[in-house]
């Protein structure tokens, strides 16, 4: 009853969208009309090359289409691409690609003649006109957009030498902060920020879509690797050797499409298809060594106290580290005919990690394939299937993690095995021998994927496209973690634990866009709707008191067991409609109607309108006569206003409910209440985003500027709020917050040389993005010292400090202590000691290529202005086993100087702004030598990832973050496992 | 044709797909299902017991630091450390832990209280389940009135902070409760649903009603009343708070398994020698890492191991002590002694296997009434009772004293919201000694 309830009022919602919308037509064509099948009868075919008009070289991956009609088709790597049926009459192609002036030719198909049209494209830096998904059926043009969306391409995604998708965006987008959280194989948990911080717990990482299709990353960390050990998302299980590539929308476009999630922006990632053409066989292989760059430097002090005994200290760092390696072979198969397209590759990666014993394995297969069923209607059906297998090695903050035991143990401790048996951990308790644990611990997790869509496009008659994607990303993931008898004080007889956890997401979406020409105007009209179903459930595991050879849960004595299940729906309806006058002045106007489970019944749904305008100047006839043409070969203005929303995270689906949880007396199963009161008028986080800015092009579009002002506003931003504990509860989840992030966001692209044999180009990014909290219930501090109050920007570090005099240097007791500002009562106890959010992140990317053969490219990226709190060396200090504590013993400090300084944080909050050597890639084309052996082409690369990193922080690495994805927590580093340096060969040969 | 046997399913598919916003939270139970049928009565009934048992710890272990029954370990919180010595601060655990166990299981009495009557039971099982629920209503207030001086009796509702009323009102309350407890019990009768699908095995709802009377009326003087109550107290059972692997016993959980807080060794000096109460109470090795030397609780080694609700001693030094204040010592010797010669009892409690004293021994009325404070310190040790005790001797305070101080603060998840909150009593540390707690 309740379904066909939905059913009538989602019908009755697209009406009402439909009937301010011309498109009504076309919704009543979709569902009932029958189309007319178009004449193919007569149809041509239409080959070519497309090369660079300097070089000579050719483009690959250019898109070639036939504007009015679904035909269309990428360059491959000789350049050459195939249109086929295309119907008799006058036709115009175009040929776009990023980084190229677009071009195009008129031609007339008669008779069934074949025809020939080459390109000779010219690099320019800045282009308008590539085309990017907004959320209409058609593609839609980057000239046509108010808002700033990022395109990065494959290619450069494959150099970047990252084993995953996000880690591979890293400098490569202004406005985007990519943090990877730790040194971890497989990934090492990556965060992406888009332009700052958009929440306070409900998560600011962006939504990921793959092909259309909503997809997981969540980040969990399912047993106990020593509390907070960052080792993975779930985007890792995407293989980026299959990415075409990748568009990330930072703005308020995303909330047409994805309203009530778009809050913290939308990563839409496309994966690659075959083309017309033979068979094409591409292997590629590549293998990199990683090692870690930096050690801890411990206290190997060789005596027990100044003048004291003689006594021998260990370091296990080399015990702990090594070095790993990546290797990765990734072979496809592409082609197609006129009527269908197939690519088809397999994928293994393997990265051993830096860390002793610790892994991650990626097998994945992938199938895409097109078919024009008719001439009007498309079908694309694809889909991957990963399988990754990880060894995890307790890394993380507390009690086992294998560093945290470095620093909690005093260097005169030996770890090593005495008769085969490793001694006890010098804390006991819950605490471990390192050394016992990479020798005979094991936490092994496998997550098995599939993620595919299936997508119909139809266009019954020139103007209207409609189409329909059907997308499930489903996996199961299984961690275990098994602990012999007698490694643990705490567990001396052993424990193993096996999580569960499955995730299925089901999204359907439908989109119909009309396109009217009306004189010099021409209107495009869409309505469409989205449906997700999200579910997720986690089934654990675990026993202790295992008989003495067994190894999983049931050879346990005292199992226990638990479950959890979440479930989530989303439902939107949006109509957009664009107006575009004479191809240079573009509105666009949309709104989104969306309703969540999540939310309270009467706040469910909610409106989120958009509105955007871009005008190109520089093509009125009027501004090559005027005076501005003389400063700027192009220019494009915009501006966009939007608005989004976000939903409670998933450990907070079901806040509107006052819920009765087990209470277990004696033996006897019973409920009382949880402690968090159910908020019944729970409604969206909500965003208001303004943007504005230029496309600039200068000296003939050699040199582009792409500058954008942005101003969000963050409103029932949702934060748990106190209740008096009288109440028997502890708190509800409230709508009660609010912050705003401001910036600016540059792209600087050159083409600083360009010859037949040199072609040198730069681009460089600068962002800088102000957050500021204008509301709260009251100040709050998370994580160690992270900070949340109003008029400060959210998770800044708040702690004691250092008593001063005048001159600014440190107060100190009559031994030569420093004092804390806790003894003064003159002074506050805390106050603001740094800030992790940095004053702006940039990066510099150089390119060169040198004649056919050799490119080279050169990355940099950094963030300025950021502090980090170094929670590794606050305990090297507390326990004594750091390089400080040699010094304090060998008598250069004060004695209990180190002791003194535990309380101040102000101590360990360090300037952690770093630039790092992301990238450096030299490649060598063999075309010639694979072509005398019957292949096509061939390349060699010799590349570096982080191969070294300018900074005065004095941990390991100033990028990694403790507590991983988590929005507030950032810049806490506490035993963390460094990024890893690495070196790589790879080759790639195509058939 | 054939293409539109394709498209219109596809259509079909986008809206047909199931789009339903209501999903209801499979991880708990809603509070419609709980609070109006049946079985949902039933169950928070048994979870209603479920958070008795966590307040028995709760009320233990803050005045076990402060009357110097319990320690903390080296390594344990420094909130622990601190409170073993008296200061306190508004976010400490033992501020805020008592707080919040004691008004969660008011708040779940309080769910049955409102709405047990409007669902389907019968009458036997209706009326045990009032009778717990007033119970354990009143013996979580008693409970807060020994450690908070003002108790917040107006429960908190959202947008309506609880406001507070002082001991003398609060007490009161919680005499009013257990008269209704008794009504309803006496009402009906308890029957076999209630027996066997509530009330926790040996957990006794009568004798427990009664004994908490005697303790009540004790607390307000009322001896006539105390010794009343304590008369119908059957002293051949003891009434227990069971726990299970699943729901670990806490005071064992906060000691053994955190390994922060365990009794102090000064028991055993302080008890005569041959006190076979001491062993029952502390036994196993000392612990380190303590000034003065911990050992372990020695009734509560296990995880299930069960709480008692009450001693039978108690019942019989507070007719002692009744007896002693209407000056009858004769009677009140002989009670004293009824504990003091226990011995080789089938029951779970503390037997000392002492000799009984004389009338020499016990010559005068202060005397008596010292005997009978010396006899509950040892064997009602680590109940959290003996806070009252040092609160009504006068001993708060200032060296050799039994307290460290009169009340434990507000802690800070109320007074930060509750603007009705009172101040804080004795708001620097313990520094001046109180004259009086005011009891």
């Given at each position: ?426 804390l006991g308790g819950a ?58 004080a705490a ?501 | ?53 966590e307040t028995l710890d709760n009320f233990a272990y803050p005045g076990g630091f402060i009357t110097d029954e319990m320690g903390a370990r080296t390594g344990a919180l420094l909130s622990y450390r601190d409170a073993e010595n008296g200061v306190l601060f508004n976010t400490y655990d033992a501020v805020e832990t008592s707080w919040?166990a ?41 409970q807060?009135?020994q450690q908070y ?99 670990i016993n806490p005071i064992y959980n906060r000691s053994e398994l955190a390994g922060y807080i365990y009794p102090r060794d000064t028991l055993r000096l302080e008890a005569e020698?041959?006190d076979?109460r001491v062993g029952f109470h502390i036994g196993g090795d000392t612990v380190p890492g303590n000034v003065r030397p911990l050992r372990h609780f020695a009734q509560y080694q296990s995880a299930?191991a069960?709480i008692a ?41 503390p ?22 404070y010396h006899?509950r310190q040892i064997s009602l040790f680590a109940t959290g009772l003996r806070w009252e005790d040092a609160r009504?001797l006068?001993s708060v305070g200032g060296p050799g004293a039994i307290a460290k101080r009169c009340w434990l603060i507000?802690p ?14 004795e708001?620097?540390e313990p520094s001046?000694t ?6």
């Open positions: 009853m309740r379904m066909f309830a939905a059913i009538g009022f989602a019908f009755s919602s697209l009406s009402f969208l439909a009937m301010m919308h011309r498109s009504l037509f076309a919704l009543c064509f979709l569902l009932g009309a029958m189309p007319a099948l178009a004449d193919a009868q007569q149809a041509g075919r239409i080959t070519g090359r497309v090369t660079d008009v300097s070089s000579g070289a050719p483009v690959a991956g250019v898109q070639v289409t036939i504007p009015g009609t679904q035909l269309g088709t990428q360059s491959g790597q000789d350049g050459s691409y195939t249109i086929a049926n295309v119907p008799a009459g006058a036709h115009t192609i175009v040929a776009k690609r990023l980084g190229y002036a677009p071009a195009q030719q008129d031609i007339t198909v008669s008779g069934g003649a074949p025809i020939t049209a080459d390109f000779k494209l010219k690099a320019v830096a800045l282009t308008l006109s590539a085309t990017v998904v907004t959320g209409t059926a058609a593609p839609t043009e980057k000239r046509a957009l108010g808002n700033s969306i990022t395109s990065v391409g494959g290619s450069e995604i494959e150099s970047s030498n990252s084993t995953t998708a996000d880690g591979a965006l890293q400098g490569m987008i202004a406005g985007a902060q990519v943090t990877q959280n730790s040194g971890n194989p497989g990934g090492g948990g990556i965060s992406v920020r888009l332009r700052g911080t958009s929440s306070l717990i409900s998560g600011s990482e962006p939504l990921y879509v793959i092909d259309g299709v909503i997809v997981d990353n969540n980040s969990d960390q399912l047993i106990n690797l020593g509390a907070r050990s960052n080792v993975q998302n779930r985007l890792a299980d995407l293989d980026p050797d299959d990415i075409d590539h990748i568009e990330v929308i930072r703005g308020a476009a995303a909330a047409a499409l994805y309203g009530s999630r778009a809050n913290n922006g939308v990563i839409q990632i496309f994966t690659k298809h075959g083309r017309e053409g033979p068979p094409r066989v591409t292997l590629s292989s590549r293998y990199a060594s990683q090692s870690t760059p930096e050690r801890l430097k411990l206290n190997l002090y060789p005596f027990d106290s100044l003048g004291g005994s003689p006594v021998k200290r260990y370091d296990y760092q080399d015990e702990i580290f090594r070095t790993g390696y990546v290797a990765d072979n990734h072979l496809s198969l592409s082609g197609g005919d006129d009527r269908s397209t197939y690519y088809i590759s397999g994928g293994w990666t393997r990265d051993n990690g830096i860390l002793q014993a610790s892994s991650a394995d990626r097998k994945d297969v992938r199938l895409n394939l097109t078919q024009q069923l008719y001439s009007t209607l498309r079908l694309t059906v694809g889909g991957d299937f990963t399988r990754t297998h990880d060894e995890f090695l307790p890394n993380g903050e507390q009690t086992n993690g294998v560093l945290t035991a470095v620093l909690f143990t005093p260097t005169t401790y030996s770890y090593f095995p005495v008769g085969g048996a490793y001694p006890p951990a010098y605490f471990s021998n390192p050394l016992d644990v990479i020798a005979n611990w094991t936490a092994p997790q496998d997550v098995s994927r599939f993620s595919g869509s299936a997508r119909v496009d139809f266009n019954p008659f020139q103007h209207l496209a409609v189409s329909y994607t059907l997308g499930y990303d489903g996996y199961q993931l299984e961690a275990d973690q098994y602990i012999p008898r007698g490694s643990l567990q001396p007889t052993g424990s193993s634990a096996a999580v569960l956890r499955n995730s299925r997401i089901l999204d359907n979406s439908g989109v119909a866009t009309l396109t009217t020409p009306a004189g010099a105007m021409t209107f495009q009209s869409s309505v469409g709707f989205n449906y997700t179903d999200q579910h997720l459930t986690a089934t654990s595991a675990s026993s202790q008191d295992l008989f003495p050879t067994g190894t999983l849960v049931s050879a346990g004595a005292t199992p226990f067991a638990g479950q959890g299940v979440t479930e989530l729906a989303t439902l939107g309806f949006y109509g957009q409609e664009a107006l575009n006058w004479r191809d240079r002045l573009y509105l666009t106007g949309a709104v989104r109607w969306d309703a969540s489970s999540t939310f309270g019944a009467d706040q469910r749904w909610q409106l989120y309108p958009k509105l955007s305008a871009s005008y190109v100047m520089s093509d009125e006839s009027w501004f090559a006569e005027s005076g501005i043409h003389n400063m700027f070969s192009s220019l494009r203005l915009r501006g966009a206003l939007g608005y989004a929303g976000n939903q409670p995270s998933l450990a907070n689906a079901y806040a509107q409910y006052n819920s009765y949880a087990r209470a277990v007396s004696g033996t006897r199963v019973g409920v009382v209440n949880t402690l968090v009161l159910g908020n019944p008028n729970l409604k969206p986080e909500r965003q208001r985003e303004y943007e504005f800015g230029a496309d600039m092009g200068f000296a003939k579009d050699r040199v582009s500027l792409e500058a954008t002002y942005y101003n969000k506003k963050l409103t029932d931003l949702l934060l748990v709020a106190p209740l008096p504990t009288s109440s028997g509860f502890l708190s509800q989840y409230q709508n009660v917050g609010a912050m705003t992030n401001k910036g600016v966001e540059l792209t600087l692209q050159t083409i600083n040389v360009e010859t037949p044999t040199l072609r040198w180009t730069t681009r460089a990014t600068y962002s800088a993005n102000r957050n500021k909290v204008t509301a709260l219930v009251a100040p709050f501090t998370v994580g160690y010292i992270n900070r949340v109050s109003v008029g400060e920007p959210v998770g800044y570090f708040y702690g004691q400090y250092y008593q001063r005099n005048a001159d600014g240097s440190i107060k100190t007791d009559s031994l030569g202590l420093p004092l804390r500002s806790g003894l003064d009562p003159s002074i506050p106890a805390s106050k603001k000691i740094g800030d992790p959010n940095p004053d702006w992140i940039g990066s510099l990317l150089n390119e060169f290529q040198f004649g056919r053969k050799l490119s080279a490219r050169v990355l940099f990226d950094g963030t300025f202005g950021n502090q980090a709190l170094d929670l590794t060396r606050r305990i090297l200090d507390a326990d004594g086993t750091g390089a400080d504590a040699a010094l304090q013993l060998a008598g250069k400090l004060p004695k209990g100087y180190l002791a003194a300084r535990l309380p101040i944080f102000e101590e360990y909050v360090e300037d952690a702004s770093f630039v790092k050597l992301r990238e450096v890639s030299l490649s060598y084309s063999l075309n010639d030598v694979a072509k005398r052996m019957g292949l096509s082409a061939w390349s060699l690369t010799l590349s570096g990832r982080n191969l070294h990193t300018w900074t005065k922080y004095r941990g390991l690495d100033p990028e990694i973050n403790l507590f991983g994805q988590n929005t507030v927590e950032r810049g806490n580093d506490f035993a963390g496992i460094p990024i890893p340096r690495s070196f790589a060969i790879s080759t790639s040969i195509t058939y | 044709m054939r293409i539109r046997t394709l498209i219109v399913p596809l259509a079909g598919v986008a809206v047909l797909a199931s789009c339903s916003l209501d999903l209801t939270n499979p991880n708990t139970a809603s509070q419609q299902s709980t609070l109006t049928t049946h079985d949902g009565i039933i169950a928070l009934a048994v979870g209603l017991q479920a958070r008795y048992g919040q004691h008004y969660r299981a008011i708040k779940t009495a309080n769910d049955l209280i409102d709405n047990a009557s409007s669902v389907a039971l019968t009458y036997s099982t209706l009326s045990g389940i009032m009778s717990m629920a007033f119970l354990v209503k009143a013996m979580a207030y008693g807060l009135v001086q003002d108790a917040g009796v107006n429960l908190t509702t959202i947008g309506q902070p609880g406001t507070f009323v002082d001991r003398a009102t609060a007490m009161d309350t919680v005499l009013a409760l257990l008269d209704s407890a008794l009504a309803r019990y006496q009402g009906v009768v308890p029957g076999s649903e209630f027996r066997t699908k509530v009330l926790a095995p040996g957990f006794d709802l009568l004798n427990t009603i009664y004994a908490m009377q005697a303790r009540y009326h004790r607390l307000t003087n009322d001896w006539t009343g105390a010794l009343a109550a304590a008369q119908q107290v059957n002293l051949g059972v003891v009434s227990q708070v069971p726990f299970s692997a699943v729901e020698a041959g076979q299930d069960p609700v009450y001693y039978p001693a108690e019942i019989r030094l507070i007719m002692a002590e009744a007896a002693a204040n209407a000056n009858d010592l004769s009677t009140a010797r002989d009670l004293i002694n009824a504990v003091r010669t226990e011995c080789g009892s089938a029951l779970h409690e037997q000392p296997c002492l000799p009984a004293l004389t009338d020499t021994d016990l010559p005068t009325q202060a005397a008596v009434i010292a005997q009978i006899e009504r006068n507000y800070q998840s109320e007074s930060s919201i509750n603007p009705n909150t009172p101040a804080d009593p708001p620097s001046t109180p004259e009086s707690c005011g009891v």
